[in-house]
């Protein structure tokens, strides 16, 4: 090793021997910052988490444009909407359909006597083009009054027994006073706001929540026809329908807007971009104090080399060597664990606390980066100071 | 008076330590013309000024007020730049070894040849050998893979000796080398930088106690306070 290093760097590698010189240090520095990566790591994790559930259930529409209440500011707060915009909408060239989406909340008390709470999600059953295949295929079940679709990722769930729920093998659940039967799944996962989804037809939807009425949907989705532009349409509409009572987007921004609101107006988001922002501040901190120790200890040996002749950038070398050789060790178990740890997360709470390719490249980079910086600053010092004072 | 007779001159040289209340002189108007290819000893009681002036003129402090004229080039006012080049013709032989304690013996002195990098006319490969056969005449041969910390304060001390010799520097500065040394080696050291002086023309200042040493000097210098206080030339 120190052979290669010698090789590549074209002189002696002092920085990794220094380290090598004091293995119980060096363990240490490497432990601190795995600690300091698992900690950005974990804090991603579920910060992309929150962030991957807020889009799941517009994922499960097929439309290019929402028409939601000017107050809305995700899939289930803000006032309903008047069904009569969807046949203002109509009017409008280019759109070529209009079907109101009801959304709400229900308890599912299971069978081992815990409650979920699920997200309802419901439209017309015949208007299976306005959803996901994978739904569409089921959605013919829902025109029986008082059926409906469970999530079968639903947090907490049986997840043997929903695996085997087919129409000839329904669930059936009492909520709000109604017996369901559950003659499919589909699959989608809870996030931070509910357990899992549930989806009915509008009917359904009705009677479960008796205050509701069939003219004031939550949103209303729209498909246009093709060849239109759908930016174009919607400027349209925007000029056709009030704005202070409505707005309207494609499902995209409304998404993409609702997962902004939730991550830095929301308290939970808040608390998780917090725990981002508090992991990179320990950990540079970490990073900091490894390597300006590192420096503070080894000033006597950096000034007898400045007595020789060594420049700045000599010290500097030195100092991103140390940098990189203890990124590289302490990310690599940092890394490990992480996603081991991501694994619990997952499998405790259900959400998708995963790992993608960007992560550990953006980790392990800003890695190097704060520990290349902090050696710099701690050897600030050394450049200003005369070698003498520093025997 | 030409850089080449005198590799070191002072002129009007002070300096101080502290600031405010606590502001000290220790050096006070040294003027002083060092002899090229000579051994110059300084002399004085502890406080004295001796590493003060050392450092002064080895390039280790800033000139605060007068003048030290290095090699050809004033010091006063000189910037890093040329503070880290004119380092790199001296050779530093200090009152504590100042090893590193992470690199083995040959690998110290190794560092003090890897200064010049690729200007040096060796190469690379050639740099391990010539700091082992420099230890080997300081009678180091088989400790080179030593740390220092499993070497002798002598033993180290002969290490810093290499490590300040093995760039052929133009000057030699020595504080107290001999002082971890015992009377044989000592001397053996002292020689050994006084042939260099002959054969490579270097000039050696050093500062030291020594009886021994006092006899091998070309010219011994006292100070006292910060003062030059005697000043012999002793003929050989
Ligand atoms: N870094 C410093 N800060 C403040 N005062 C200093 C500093 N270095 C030296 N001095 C003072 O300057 C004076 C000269 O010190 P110097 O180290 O040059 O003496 P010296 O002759 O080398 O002594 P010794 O024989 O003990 O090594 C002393 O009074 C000392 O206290
Ligand atoms: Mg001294």
Known sequence: MTAILARLLGRLPIGWLQLLHNKTRLAAAVAGIAFANILVFVQLGVMFALNTTILLPYTLFDADIIISAADANTLTDGSNVPRQRSFEAMSVPGVASALPLFVGNVDWTRDDGNVTNLQVLALDPSQGAYVIPEIRNKIANLLLIDTALIDRMTRGADTDRLA????DNPLTFETRGRTLTVPGTISIGGGFSSDGYMVTSDQTFLRLFSSRIAGAPNHILLKTEPGFNVDAVIEELRLLLPDDKVKVRTLAEAAKADQIYQTTER?????????????????????????????????????????????????????????????????????????????????????????????????????????????????????SADPADLF | MTGAAFPIVTQGLNHWFGVGEARKQAIFDVNLSIEAGKLTVLMGPSGSGKTTLLTLIGCLRDVQDGSVHLLGQELYGASEADLVLARRKLGFIFQAHNLHESLTALQNVRVGLEVHGASLSGKRSQFEAASAHLLGLLGLKDRIHYLPGNLSGGQKQRVAIARALVGNPRIIFADEPTAALDKESGTHVVRLLKQLGEQRGTTTVMVTHDNRILEMADRIITLEEGRIVDDIPVAS
């Open chain 1, 164 to 167: 085997l729920i087919s129409p």
């Open chain 1, 267 to 383: 308290p939970t988001g808040l608390i998780f971009g917090f725990g981002v922002v508090m992991g990179v501040i320990v950990g540079l901190v970490i990073v900091y104090q490894l390597l300006s120790t590192d420096v503070a200890d080894h000033l006597k040996e950096y000034a007898t080399f400045k007595a020789m002749g060594y420049g700045q950038s000599f010290f500097m070398g030195i100092i991103f060597e140390e940098a990189l050789i203890l990124a590289i060790f302490g990310f690599v178990p940092g890394l490990i664990i992480s996603s081991i740890l991501y694994q619990l997360l997952n499998s405790a709470t259900g959400l998708p606390v995963m790992m993608d390719m960007a992560r550990p490249i953006a980790v392990f980079l800003g890695t190097i980066a704060s520990c290349s910086i902090s050696g710099a600053i701690a050897t600030r010092r050394l450049a």
